[in-house]
């Protein structure tokens, strides 16, 4: 069914069962937890599988990535390189990604025959784990769907704060039940709040070090 593809970029045809399209429609959710971590670098893709400490290489470097660096987009990690090291793009090149990438096989130790197989593990909460634990993983999944569920009601203006009750005909006090200063708006609520303040700041210390 994938033929000279890789399960990441392949394309389902029209003919292909409802089963396989749905698996082929979570790709953008699967790829972010699945990692590999390089043996004898073969069965591993070097373009879309996640191998490197970087982001997928083919998003990293762009669709033209395989014909910059002339490594064929169906080769695997042990293609990608000969008995002497990585195949690097050009220490010459002005391309901001293929530099980055340069870099970073630079610091990488090609793949050994000697080593073993490749291996695959679950990346979750930014730990490695050799087994699979659902529960790690529905919390993960779940964090970034209510992240996406409160930006959408932010960004429309759709939270149920009180100045949007009394514009609806409820009957409630407009003033900030926190602080109780000004009107509780949307943007009142998250961003000037001196207890939204307070929280602000402490998010960003600890994000800046």
Avoid at 12 to 31: F, G, H, N
Avoid at 113 to 132: E, L, R
């Amino acid at each position: 069914m994938l033929k000279h593809d890789t399960f990441w970029n392949t394309e389902p045809s029209s003919s292909a069962s409802w089963l396989w399209k749905s698996l082929m429609a979570l790709r953008p959710l699967a790829k972010r937890f699945l990692r590999s971590s390089i043996g004898d670098g073969q069965d591993t893709s070097f373009w879309y599988d996640h191998w490197l400490d970087l982001e997928l290489i083919i998003e990293v470097v762009g669709p033209n990535g395989p014909s910059l660096m002339g490594i064929n987009v169906s080769s695997t990690v042990a293609d990608a390189c000969c008995s002497t090291g990585w195949y690097l793009p050009t220490s010459r090149t002005r391309n901001l990604a293929l530099t980055t990438l340069r870099t970073k096989l630079m610091e990488t130790t090609p793949p050994n025959s000697s080593i073993g197989p490749n291996s695959y593990y679950w990346y979750t909460n930014s730990s490695s784990n050799i087994g699979f634990s659902s529960r790690q993983n529905w919390e993960q999944l779940r964090a970034m769907v209510e992240s996406i569920a409160v930006q959408r009601l932010y960004f429309q203006a759709r939270f149920p704060v009180r100045s949007r009750l009394a514009l609806g005909g409820i009957d409630t006090p407009i003033s900030c039940c926190i602080c109780n200063q000004q009107a509780k708006t949307r943007d009142h609520l998250f961003l000037h709040c001196d207890f939204s303040s307070q929280v602000w700041a402490h998010v960003l210390r600890r994000k800046l070090g």
